[in-house]
């Protein structure tokens, strides 16, 4: 067992935000070479990003959700696609805290262990002696480039009985890459492509994905700890807001930054500034960004409370869950488009940032399970007291 010293939320937030005039710096190298740099990726660990959802047990932070929610707020003002890996490196990193404590000494074997994953079932696993074997494919692989394990979603078909998705953790080096991540927003995330061909697991290895959907947990070493007692699409979903307000705080940033030194051509406006239609704008989207976070804080401190409780989660708490994330993003949206509409002519350069948050916000939001419109109507089925139409809720 590791000990370590475990920083205030204050603390880790302090030192990400240090971060932030490198993040923009970087910025630009990670969306030309389409993966963030290795001085990022350093400067994450040495903030101790990577140690958040890691179990005390091994020298990690254990970190509720609202810690999250700031850090990640923190990154996205500096770079979107970084907030997005570290929120994607989070989720998958709690998964894997719920499987069988052996697995999970081989897994933090690794000190600042990376994993990185999917929710989607686009594999087919064959059960054989000792564990499966798994065929497929899987896109999106937010990090791939810098993480050690992934966790994967296949659909497994038993000899006899209803086939089923299972989770397992598999290391990077079991699978084949294809670096296929070549895309208008997000690009500095490297979510590339990998495959399994003929991949064998063991069985210490896979669980049920129902079982874990649920708020069941394999590990006896994390039963006792509150953040590791949820069903996962809640907090999966509440994982992610942070990055997405921050987002629309960094749009809001680099906006201000230029904003003296721009006029408003063919008008008598030698400061966009002194222009009542830029108060109009500003104060807009500071209040959708406003908004934005409220919806984030609510879903994390939900998320967080229940966990701390114990208590059994009402169906219309995680179908809200997930629309606090559909809101989350759609308000992000409108904020750096009202912003990005404001920016002119110029803001179509690549070294000027608000035309990669505007497409980097926009990537976001065709994301499946962050969708404004497919959470919403998710919600709103849930109040109508119809049954969801998903097991990812």
Not at 70 to 91: D, F, N
Not at 132 to 149: C, D, E, L, Y
Not at 164 to 178: E, F, H, I, T, W
Not at 232 to 244: D, H, R
């Amino acid at each position: 067992m590791l000990a370590t010293t475990i920083p205030t939320r204050e603390e880790i937030v302090r030192k990400v935000s240090e971060l932030i005039p490198s993040l923009r710096k970087q910025s630009l190298w990670a969306e030309e070479n389409r993966r963030l740099p290795e001085e990022t990726i350093e400067a994450l660990a040495d903030a101790g990003v990577f140690k958040l959802r890691r179990p005390k047990h091994f020298g990690g932070y254990e970190a509720d959700t609202t810690t999250l929610t700031e850090v990640a707020t923190e990154l996205g003002r500096g770079c979107p696609s970084t907030a997005w890996v570290a929120s994607v490196y989070w989720i998958p990193t709690w998964m894997a805290c719920q499987f069988p404590d052996e697995v999970q000494e081989e897994v933090f074997a690794t000190p600042d262990t990376r994993i990185c994953g999917t929710l989607s079932p686009s594999a087919m696993a064959t059960p054989v002696e000792g564990g499966i074997t798994v065929n497929g494919k899987w896109g999106f692989i937010s990090g791939a480039h810098h993480a050690q394990w992934q966790e994967i979603i296949a659909i497994l078909v038993p000899p006899d009985g209803e086939p089923y998705p299972v989770m397992a953790l598999v290391p990077l080096s079991d699978l084949l890459v294809m670096d296929d991540w070549d895309t208008s927003g997000l690009r500095g995330t490297g979510s590339i492509s990998t495959f399994a061909k003929d991949l064998f697991v063991p069985q210490e290895r896979v669980l049920p994905l129902p079982v874990v959907l649920s708020g069941q947990s394999a590990s006896k070493r994390n039963a006792n700890s509150p953040i590791y007692r949820a069903p996962l699409m809640p907090v999966a979903a509440a994982s992610s807001t942070g990055a997405i307000v921050g987002m629309a705080r960094g749009a809001m940033d680099v906006f201000l930054d230029r904003l003296p030194e721009r006029k408003i051509t063919y008008t008598n406006y030698d400061s966009q500034r002194e222009a009542p239609i830029t108060h109009f704008q500003v104060a807009e989207a500071a209040l959708k960004t406003d908004q934005a976070a409220f919806h984030a804080w609510r879903a994390g401190d939900l998320v967080d409370r229940k966990c701390t409780e114990g208590t059994e989660w009402k169906l219309e708490e995680r179908a809200r869950t997930r629309a606090d994330v559909g809101s989350v993003i759609q308000l992000a949206k409108e904020a750096i488009g009202i912003l990005a509409n404001a920016s002119g002519g110029t803001s179509i350069y690549k070294g000027i940032p608000i035309q990669r948050f505007h497409r980097d916000i926009l990537t976001v939001n065709q994301h499946a399970l962050m969708h404004p419109n497919t959470n919403f109507e998710l919600y709103g089925r849930v109040l109508c007291g119809l049954e969801p139409n998903t097991l990812y809720i």
